[in-house]
Every structure is written in structure tokens, then in C-alpha cells.
């Protein structure tokens, strides 16, 4: 409902045209790949894939399409991480709707949208994770195993452990489950 509703609302506009809409985020960059829109906008968490991880993958593939994350979450890690995946705005979903339409037109013009409330925050809470501790911590909450983690990542299981103890300690954790809803609070995972 809510896409459906924020396409509408976008395509009222005269100076935008809405050529596709999608519900999870494999299937958005396969089609940010074959439409290759000016503009994506995408949410941060959605099946399949997030929207960081299509911010980044358009950006590892060179897609010259600019990316907006709309979301609910206010965290300057999530903001933080999202422009480390080249992402060109960031927006909260509270946002009214004029900013969004003149959020997307500058974007597409070059320029960069960014939340003033959270661009202030985001350089005050450093995110002390590695990008492999990130992904054993997130697997983790996931709740698999040391075992189960290190199969998927094609690590021993030694390794797993140590990835989890490093972060663990990073976030002055008692243990994975507080760390992996420490990260998640603070946007690092």
C-alpha cells in the first residue's frame, strides 16, 4: 500500500515519471540494471536484499543510476553506512512529501539529500565493526550457529569465534545476542 501510495504521489509530479515499482531488493537492481532509472528509491531493510546492499552493488557495478534511501530508520550508523554504498540521499519517511519530489530532482541534478538532523549524529557514534565482523555478528542474530556461520562463510569455525568475541568486545557486550541488538540499535548491522 505504501508503494503503491508513494508512486502515485510521485508521479503527480510533473517533473518526475515513476517507470517501475518493486517489492524487495533483488529484484530492484535487476531492474535498476535493465531499466537504469536516473534515480532509485529504496527503503533500507527489504527481503532478499537491503537497500544498502543495492546502493553498494549499483556502485560496485558502476549503474549510473543515483540512489535515495527513504526510511523509517533515523540511525547515523544506517546513514553512515549508506553513504559508504555511494548512496546520493537519505531521507526519512516522516519527511512531507514536497522534500521527497525536490529531494529526487536534485539528486538527479548531482546533488546530494542528506537528513540534516541525522548528518549531524553520524559523525558522533563511529562504527567500530569490521565489515567481516558485521557479517558474522548479523548471521548470529539470525541465530545460527558458529558452525552454520562459518559453513556460509567458508571460514573455521575457530575464526567465527574469534570475529564474534572481537565484536563482542568492541561493544562492551555480554555476549552475541546483546551485541548483534547493541549493533542493530546503533544502525551497524
Do not use: C
Amino acid at each position: 500500500m505504501v508503494l503503491g501510495a508513494l508512486a502515485a504521489l510521485l508521479a503527480m509530479d510533473s517533473g518526475i515519471e515513476v517507470i517501475g515499482q518493486v517489492r524487495d531488493g533483488r529484484t530492484a537492481l535487476a531492474e535498476a540494471l535493465a531499466r537504469r532509472p536516473d534515480v532509485v528509491l529504496t527503503d533500507i531493510e527489504m527481503p532478499g536484499m537491503s537497500g544498502l546492499e543495492v546502493a553498494a552493488e549499483l556502485k560496485r557495478l558502476e549503474a549510473p543510476s543515483r540512489v535515495i534511501i527513504l526510511t523509517t530508520f533515523a540511525r547515523p550508523g544506517f546513514l553512515r553506512r549508506a553513504l559508504d554504498a555511494n548512496a546520493a540521499g537519505y531521507l526519512l519517511k516522516d519527511a512531507p512529501s514536497d522534500r521527497l519530489a525536490d529531494a529526487i530532482r536534485r539528486v538527479h541534478a548531482g546533488g546530494r539529500v542528506i537528513d540534516p538532523d541525522l548528518a549531524a549524529g553520524a559523525w558522533t557514534d563511529e562504527d567500530p565493526l569490521t565489515d567481516r565482523e558485521r557479517q558474522v555478528l548479523r548471521l548470529a542474530a539470525e541465530g545460527q550457529s558458529s558452525a552454520d556461520i562459518a559453513t556460509a562463510l567458508r571460514l573455521s569455525e575457530g575464526t567465527v569465534r574469534n570475529y564474534l568475541s572481537e565484536a563482542i568486545s568492541k561493544l562492551g557486550a555480554r555476549n552475541r545476542v546483546e551485541a548483534a541488538r547493541l549493533a542493530r540499535q546503533k544502525g551497524w548491522l
